[in-house]
């Protein structure tokens, strides 16, 4: 299996050596920080102290993002130790994640850890450069269900090895952790953070339609929709993100799960459903046709302007809208519409130790004091996301007391994986295509989830999706 992918990988590759893609750079490294397992308190409000780093100006397009090849390295002081590159397409998160590489420097001398931002999209094509030419960063970051494509590919290292007598891996929850093992149940990776999606809601909005609680099921949903769609104002009921990539896919996913289709069942009629009722609120003027080109930043910024009375909206999101609002409107958070069942996606991010870095030894030791219990809880809260061990949890109230995080935290019961699968990248295009071809009118319902189940249906025929422990 691996041969395949490092064949398509060399094909891909020799087409984007014709457009002239630019590779990435190389290794180095050294030993586990002596005695280093968690931070005391004084290193963990450093760490969340890094969040409020995150202001408006995080929250724009796709416009003011660093551009793909000219990737953003922020660069402070050496400590004195060999360079290790980290790669990661977080933006609102982008200060957190340097503070703690800033803290962990600061700990200890054998390694220093330099972070660069490089936006998703080329980030995921820079690791299927590098499968070939071996040119990756030491530690690298992945969407959580992408990471079993490139464990294929060869672009992670093994680390079961140097995991195996770790205790605290029992303290992690079986799906994120699942999602950085290969069929054969080996690591090649540590979850960071987990999240979901629910519907942020504009209350104002909603109160001046006529409704005093966010809607329960889709009939109430696209009656919401309709009374607070306003054109001449360039107000429309909801905004999500449908874009040609995993955005697009991790927003269409509850839809299509709480028709009762699942990814295994694109062309049944449940799936066609879920399809066509997305399709309808473009129809009917309730979302904006420019969706298809939205990525999930875009749609936020159209509800925090107020040009959407409701978002599909994710968790790590709560650190931005106080900013984003800035006041004008009051919004809460609400479980996504059900048609046949309450549906979620979860999210999330890893990082893996990438093949060739001679510094792997520290590399996971470094993910080690990252996702500590106390780190990781540090690190979701400010980034708003959830934490991705148990005992993390316990350390913060966070996720109970705040009453929009109470909301995720309830869809987090109604939260499915996308995979693991190595060929996710081909069944996610296959599903955010058909999502695409709807919305624009050019396909109904049943034919572009008939198509995608073209694509779908013979790779999980081949490789189901594994069940996760």
Request: proline share 4%; with cysteine.
């Amino acid at each position: 299996m691996k041969k395949r992918y490092q064949r398509l990988a060399a094909a891909v590759l020799a087409g984007m050596m014709i457009t002239g893609l630019v590779s990435g750079c190389g290794s180095s490294s050294a030993e586990k920080p002596a005695g280093e397992k968690g931070t005391d308190a004084a290193s963990t409000a450093r760490i969340t102290e890094a969040a409020a780093g995150t202001t408006a100006q995080d929250t724009g397009t796709q416009d003011t993002e660093p551009q793909d090849a000219a990737a953003s390295a922020r660069k402070p002081a050496s400590n004195g130790g060999k360079e290790v590159t980290l790669w990661h397409y977080f933006e609102h998160e982008a200060p957190i994640l340097e503070k703690m590489v800033e803290e962990y420097n600061s700990m200890q001398s054998d390694i220093n850890i330099v972070c660069t931002y490089i936006s998703r999209e080329e980030l995921m094509k820079q690791y299927t450069i590098g499968a070939v030419s071996g040119e990756l960063p030491d530690i690298g970051m992945v969407d959580s269900p992408d990471m079993a494509s490139y464990i294929s590919l060869g672009v992670f290292e093994d680390i079961t090895g140097q995991m195996k007598d770790w205790k605290d891996l029992e303290q992690f929850y079986p799906g994120p952790l699942s999602s950085c093992k290969d069929a054969d149940g080996n690591i090649y990776g540590i979850p960071n953070n987990s999240n979901c999606l629910a519907i942020a809601y504009n209350v104002d909005l909603l109160k001046a339609a006529g409704f005093d609680k966010a809607p329960e099921t889709w009939d109430e949903f696209e009656e919401v929709c309709a009374k607070t769609t306003n054109a001449a104002d360039g107000v429309y009921g909801f905004a999500m993100s449908a874009i040609g990539t995993e955005e697009g896919t991790f927003q269409f996913i509850p839809w299509l799960y709480s028709a009762g289709a699942d990814v295994g069942s694109t062309d049944s009629p449940e799936a066609a459903r879920a399809l066509d009722y997305l399709a309808g609120l473009v129809n009917k003027g309730y979302m904006s046709k420019e969706v298809v080109n939205w990525s999930q930043s875009d749609s936020y910024n159209a509800f925090c302007a107020g040009k959407a009375a409701m978002l599909e909206s994710g968790t790590w999101q709560l650190a931005q809208f106080d900013e984003g609002i800035k006041g004008a409107f009051e919004y809460k958070i609400a479980l996504l519409p059900k048609d046949k069942k309450f549906a979620s996606v979860i999210g999330g991010e890893n990082f893996g130790v990438c093949a060739g870095s001679e510094e792997k030894e520290a590399c996971v030791e470094f993910l080690k004091w990252m996702t500590s219990a106390q780190n990781n809880a540090a690190w979701c809260e400010g980034a708003g996301k959830f934490p991705v061990r148990e005992d993390s949890v316990a350390l913060n109230t966070t996720w109970s007391d705040d009453e929009r995080f109470a909301v995720f935290s309830d869809e987090m019961n109604y939260a499915v994986a996308r995979g693991p699968h190595e060929s996710w990248p081909t069944i996610s295009e296959a599903l955010y295509t058909a999502e695409q071809s709807a919305l624009l009118g050019n396909k109904t319902g049943e034919e572009a989830m008939k198509e995608a189940a073209a694509v779908i249906n013979p790779i999980l025929q081949e490789t189901p999706i594994a069940a996760q422990e």
